[in-house]
């Protein structure tokens, strides 16, 4: 039986990290006495894979993995069980069953959706927000100092930025950046790679108190997004 999962990670669980959240899946599993299947050779493992690795310290509504169970349960008894079994900070929002074709998470998903919220740090006005978010989209180059194990490099994010907005609260002094990059195999902009750029041009927040939450994962397919469900 092959299942894809839909789920997210709140406030409560924002820091756990990949190897935190593959441990607490297959605890919860294990816990719950839904039968794993086993990949086979001298270290066999479970049969589960994620799509795009969400950092630590982002919140989420919409990941994704796909799991293979050595024999068939009801939907509803599985989401039941490993509810009761999964830490605090990880939900579940939709489980389905899928062809044993169906091409893989990491195959496919090659589109994130991000909200960053917090508070701005001097006086800025919605229409300044909708002129900074008009100049990048305008610019052909966007230029960032991106981290990796190698050290620091310039990365050109721009041509993985495929939308953003940027609604501001002159009221409340507060802002809401969105915006859909590109993630996956073909390459991965970071949330606060954008933010950096954004503040480059003028948009007074701090980054490092900002909230960072991934609405969703998405297919890309001739400038149309697709739900991994779908």
Known sequence: MHLRIKYGKTREGKF?????LMRAWERAFRR????LAF??????????????????????????????LK????????????????PLGLKIYDIVEIDPATPSLMSKINRA???????LIEDFSATQGEEIAHQLLAEENIIVQSYSKKGFKDKNIRPGIFALSIEVDEINKSVLVEFIVQTGSQGNIR???????????????SIDLMDFHREGLYIDEAGHLFSPLS
Not at 16 to 20: E, K, Q
Not at 47 to 64: H, R, W
Not at 113 to 119: A, N, S
């Open 16 to 20: 756990l990290s990949h190897l935190d």
């Open 32 to 35: 719950g006495a839904i039968p």
């Open 39 to 68: 990949s086979q050779g001298f270290n066999p493992h479970p049969k589960i894979s994620f799509g795009s690795a969400l950092a630590v310290g982002v919140t989420s509504s919409g990941e994704y993995m796909d799991v293979e």
């Open 71 to 86: 024999k068939f349960r009801e939907i509803k008894e599985i989401k039941a069980t490993l509810e009761n079994y999964l």
């Open 113 to 119: 959706k991000y909200q960053v919220q917090g508070k």
């Open 191 to 205: 949330p606060e790679e954008v933010m950096q750029a954004l503040h480059g041009l003028g948009l007074p927040v």
